[in-house]
């Protein structure tokens, strides 16, 4: 018994998979009989009984009929799997208690087409999806996502029943996927804003008050708007960036750790937050985000939401958040 | 893409599971009691409309009291629940009513798995070609069906194409288990009593009326095939059971022959010899039906002390068995006292004419008493008539002074009943006479309708002589067969009377089209198979070897099969095949062009990363990219296929 988690780790591997696309080869692909085929055996042996005592010649035939197209069911669900390539996506970011979804390109070099392919993740809901000759379909795996920050799917089980249903052929396949998973937003009224004090910024001003993205600079942009951080990340271009500004006046909003109940936990006081960036985007309010150890310059725009929400999801996770 | 529960039924596969219950289960109404048929139908059609409405199936309850309901109906119909009829009925049930609780998939794959198990059960009743086809075409559906249910909504042609090549791809794994299969003759268990129903053939009796209506059936008893000549018509006598023992009424098999020790008859021929091998359908009996008188047996047959050829066990099957036999011939010069005496015997006190008959010939010698019987019935008014009048207890009397009308049996009866009472010994031989040469295939065809009783005489120094009464009357049922014998206007047995000629070459080819089936199909039994196998060079087949072929076999064949279903290779276009090569070429020198990465962009990174390969690279991708997105030419083509070979040798890519 020892020695089985090595054999376990022989046949279905461990490691993740690195090289895409990749095609599935008669290494990965596991088949056995299904309670189906079992029963199907069965009632091959019953009936072979049968027609042996009662000397039925074309019994035999029958039955032997069947036992070869068991057989050949057998390396047609095999086919059903070898060859296929695949390609997985980016997953985009979801809200714990959302289902996240992870996109994998199937594509299918055959001339004949595929059915049926079951794929999952363990314990996940289930996507059935047919692949025509020489096609290709992208699948939105869904896994259910139950705790905040970095979301590791765990391996995909690709699997067939197809054509007859006596043999289940399947692989696994296990990309290094993760999802950023946000904490739930808990819908709370927004804490008061407070007046902007920087040196910038002058009401009234239209243009100047909600960053809204960047742009490549014109000579008649003012020096000091100027994105400096991005200019640096992106050394490669020539062309210096400026920060564009959008919307009327409003105030700086603060969405502040410390502004969230202290009696709740911390885990509450982020969903409160979460709920506070939700609200704040909605209103297109330009709105920064503290936290104990780090905080977010205030802007606007879906780059600042998910920066935001990012932060904090991976809040004292061990994780720093992505530089994006 | 969709997203459903995997074990709830597809709604739109549920007619393809009813097609599945009606192609199994249809064929049956022929032998189900008529309530059943309709309680199967009324299901079909009650599931149907339920599925076209859209409603809830039946609650269990209410189907639990059908099925007890049925079921006590069925035990009523059959008096019992264990035998073939009522196991096929309670099948036919259950498929029946399955479909009505039919809501997961697993519900659905027990429907196929009864649709099998019900094809089956139609063996039992028939194994003829068309069954045979029609049972071919319900496993395609049944296939379809599983397809169906696994594969999800395609169009009707596609899955009865996909299934069809499902089962083309499976017949090689059936030839070769047919063949291989190391046989076992059963049955493995005591059969149900009404295993063997409804097979027909002599009985070991000859009652009054029990040939005739075996003469009314059309029915093939027998075929043979003789390797050289085929004997005259006339000495075509097919010896079935010796009746000995008369009561009055019946003439019966007597208990004697078996009491006997085990001592084979004395035979010799006088004439040719004919060889033949007979495929004799089943008849529940031992006798095995050869030529009279046999000479030389099949492996496994004895001949009884009254020269009829006997079988270990009764022929449950349709089987093959060769024989020679002498047509001509002294059997028994010397006879037991035993069989003598049993030859002689006869019921005191009934026929008195027949006796007072009997006893003014005493004195002849035995022969010439034989012969006057058949003058009797030569030169008097008897008449050959398959609708004799009715006989009371003085049969033989009735016969011979009143009635006069009968056929083989009356005159085989009255014949030995004279014989006997003049102190002849002599008995009633039952079998066959005469037959049908099929021209199609050459086979001799012997139909129930050649049924046909005679009489034996045992005279010293000759041994038993056959003598056929019958033949005196009508000496046409023997040279033509009974169609010719039988008067006008009297009613013609079975298929025998069809007279039109394109009628008669039709039945031909469908006889030797049968003949061909039973025996490479239905025949194919361990006898068989060793035969058909030493042919093959498998000399003394034991279920090792057998074993071994198959399994090396059936490797082959899957082989083959996933060769032949393996992924073609999509036809890569040229250009693209050199451009791969020369790019797995620079992997191995170091530089590995990414998936996303252009001809173009590669070249370009190429000649940051490895100057001294960027001319050759360059030129390569230009021709590459010429080739794939602009106006290339095979020139240019040329010069891409070269640029692999250009690349410097591997041992030089750090210099």
Same mark, same amino acid.
């Given at each position: 018994m020892r020695r089985l988690p090595s054999l376990h780790q022989w046949l279905f591997g461990r490691q993740r998979d690195e090289q895409w696309p990749l095609v599935l080869g008669q290494r990965r692909i596991f088949i056995v009989p299904t309670a189906a085929g079992m029963l199907f055996a069965l009632v091959l042996l019953v009936m072979l009984i049968g027609a042996i005592n009662y000397d039925l010649s074309l019994g035999h035939a029958l039955i032997f009929l069947l036992a070869g197209l068991g057989l050949v069911a057998m390396v047609h669900s095999f086919h059903n799997l070898f060859g296929l390539r695949l390609t997985p996506g980016r997953a985009d970011a979801t809200f714990v208690g959302d289902l996240a979804r992870f996109p994998l390109l199937l594509e299918n070099p055959r001339r004949q087409q595929r059915r049926a392919l079951e794929l999952s993740f363990s314990a996940q809901p289930m996507v059935a999806v047919d692949l025509p000759a020489e096609g290709s379909v992208t699948v939105a795996l869904p896994c259910l996502?139950? $705790? $905040? /920050?970095?979301?590791? &799917?765990g391996r995909v089980t690709l699997a067939t029943r197809y054509p007859l249903g006596l043999f289940r052929a399947w692989s696994y396949i296990h990309p290094s996927w993760s999802c950023i998973v946000y904490p739930k937003p808990l819908q709370t009224p927004l804490p008061p804003a407070s007046p902007a004090n920087t040196a910038d910024h002058r009401q009234g001003?239209?243009?100047? %008050?909600?960053?809204a993205g960047l742009r490549p600079r014109q000579l @008649?942009? +003012?020096?000091?708007?100027?994105?400096w951080k991005a200019v640096a990340r992106r050394s490669d271009e020539q062309a210096l960036l400026v920060k564009q500004f959008a919307g009327g006046a409003s105030d700086e909003l603060w969405l502040d750790w410390? *502004?969230?109940? &202290?009696?709740?936990g911390s885990e509450d006081r982020l969903s409160i937050l979460a709920g506070w960036i939700m609200l704040a985007d909605e209103g297109q309010a330009c709105y920064g985000l503290r936290l104990p150890g780090q905080q977010i310059a205030p802007a606007t725009g879906s780059a600042q939401r998910a920066s935001c929400l990012q932060a904090l999801a991976l809040y004292e996770t061990g994780e720093t958040r992505d530089a994006a | 893409m969709r997203l459903r &529960?995997?074990?709830?039924?597809?709604?739109?596969?549920v007619p393809w599971l009813l097609a599945v219950a009606l192609a199994t289960a249809s064929p049956h109404a022929e032998h189900l009691p008529p309530w059943l048929s309709l309680l199967f139908g009324a299901a079909v059609l009650w599931r149907l409309w339920l599925w076209w409405q859209r409603r809830p199936l039946p609650p269990r309850w209410c189907l639990a009291l059908l099925v007890l309901g049925a079921l006590a109906a069925i035990a009523w119909q059959y008096?019992? =629940?264990? /035998?073939r009829d009522s196991g096929v009925a309670m099948l036919a049930l259950f498929m029946a009513l399955k479909p009505l609780e039919m809501k997961t998939r697993r519900d659905a794959l027990v429907v196929v798995m009864l649709g099998f198990f019900l094809l089956l059960t139609h063996y039992f009743y028939s194994q003829s070609i068309p069954t045979g086809l029609w049972l071919l075409a319900s496993c395609t559906l049944l296939t379809a069906a599983l397809i169906r249910l696994h594969g999800g909504a395609q169009p009707l042609a596609a899955i009865v194409r996909q299934a069809g090549l499902l089962l083309l791809q499976a017949t090689p794994f059936m030839l070769i288990l047919y063949l291989l299969f190391p046989r076992v003759s059963g049955p493995l268990w005591g059969l149900p009593q009404?295993?063997?129903? /409804?097979r027909s053939g002599l009985s070991s009796e000859m009652a009054p009326g029990s040939i005739s209506s075996l003469i009314l059936s059309g029915a093939i008893a027998f075929r043979s095939h003789f390797a050289g000549e085929t004997p005259e018509k006339a000495d075509l006598y097919w010896r079935g059971p010796v009746l000995d023992a008369y009561d009055g009424l019946t003439w019966r098999v007597s208990a004697l022959a078996a009491a006997l020790p085990r001592k084979a008859p004395v035979v010799e021929s006088r004439g040719a010899q004919y060889s033949y091998t007979s495929i004799i359908e089943a008849h529940?009996?031992? !006798? =095995? =039906?050869?030529?009279?008188?046999?000479t030389s047996l099949p492996a496994g047959a004895m001949q009884a002390p009254t020269l009829e050829v006997l079988a270990r %066990? +009764? *022929?449950r099957a349709r089987s093959r068995f060769s024989f020679a036999s002498s047509v001509d011939y002294h059997a028994n010069?010397? %006879? @037991?006292a035993a069989i003598l005496q049993q030859s002689l015997s006869l019921p005191a006190a009934i026929n008195p004419r027949a006796r007072a008959l009997a006893d003014r010939w005493k004195s002849r010698p035995p022969a010439r008493i034989a012969d006057a019987v058949l003058s009797m019935f030569r030169n008097e008014d008897f008449h050959y008539t398959l609708r004799p009048p009715l006989l009371g207890a003085d049969a033989v009397d009735e016969f011979l002074f009143g009635t006069r009308r009968g056929f083989c049996e009356h005159y085989a009866s009255a014949f030995v009943f004279l014989l006997r009472a003049a102190g002849v010994p002599a008995r009633v031989v039952a079998g066959y006479q005469g037959g049908e040469v099929?021209?199609?295939?050459g086979y001799l065809i012997v139909r129930q309708s050649d049924a046909h009783a005679w009489a034996e005489v045992w005279l010293a120094g000759e041994g038993w002589v056959r003598y056929d009464p019958t033949a005196a009357v009508a000496p046409s049922r023997i040279e033509q067969g009974i169609v010719a014998a039988l008067p006008e206007g009297e009613p013609l047995p079975g298929?025998?009377? *069809?007279?039109a000629d394109w009628l008669r070459q039709l039945r031909y080819r469908w006889e030797a089209a049968n003949n061909t089936w039973n025996q !490479?199909? *239905? /025949?194919?039994?361990p006898q068989r198979q060793r035969e058909i196998l030493s042919r093959f060079g498998m000399p003394n087949p034991d279920w090792q070897s057998m074993s071994t072929a198959l399994a090396a076999l059936c490797g082959v064949a899957l082989l083959l099969v996933t060769v032949w279903t393996l992924p073609r290779r999509r036809r890569v276009d040229p250009a693209q095949r050199a451009w791969q090569r020369y790019c797995v070429a620079l992997a191995r020198r170091g530089v590995t062009r990414a998936a996303w990465e252009g001809p173009l962009a590669f070249a370009n990174r190429v000649a940051v990363e490895r100057p001294q390969l960027a001319a050759l690279t360059s030129e390569a991708a230009r021709c590459y990219a010429a080739l794939r997105y602009g106006r290339g030419d095979s020139e240019q083509l040329l010069v891409l296929q070269e640029c692999v070979h250009r690349l410097p040798a591997r041992w030089r890519k750090s210099a």
């Open positions: 996502a139950q $705790r $905040r /920050g970095r979301l590791d &799917p001003d239209s243009g100047q %008050e909600d960053f @008649s942009d +003012p020096t000091r708007h100027i994105a410390s *502004l969230t109940p &202290p009696d709740r | &529960p995997p074990q709830t039924i597809d709604q739109a596969a008096r019992s =629940l264990l /035998g009404d295993a063997h129903a /409804g529940n009996q031992r !006798w =095995l =039906l050869a030529l009279d008188v046999a %066990e +009764p *022929l010069r010397a %006879e @037991s099929n021209p199609v295939d298929i025998v009377g *069809l007279d !490479w199909v *239905l /025949g194919y039994n």
